[in-house]
């Protein structure tokens, strides 16, 4: 992830990137740094406030996390670990 920690989205409006994203990956002893499942991109509109991208990048999550379980649990990903 571009900006990873506890405040990624926020880091993100800061920075006035384009986009950002959501990123899905296992859990390893870093902050944000385990082997990437899935990602989708979120593209940060003009008019776009914090709140705004906070709730776009919310509804992306909900939809990819149901399908980064389906590709584990069709062992279409493995931790390589």
Known sequence: P?????HGIKDAFDAKVKETGVTVHYVDEGVDTGQIILQKKVPVAPEDTLETLETK???V???IYPEALRKILRREVTYKG
Do not use: K, T
């Not at 571009?2 to 506890?6: D, I």
């Open 61 to 63: 999550e909900y939809e």
């Open 57 to 59: 990048v919310h509804e």
């Open 2 to 6: 571009a900006f990873p920690g506890a």
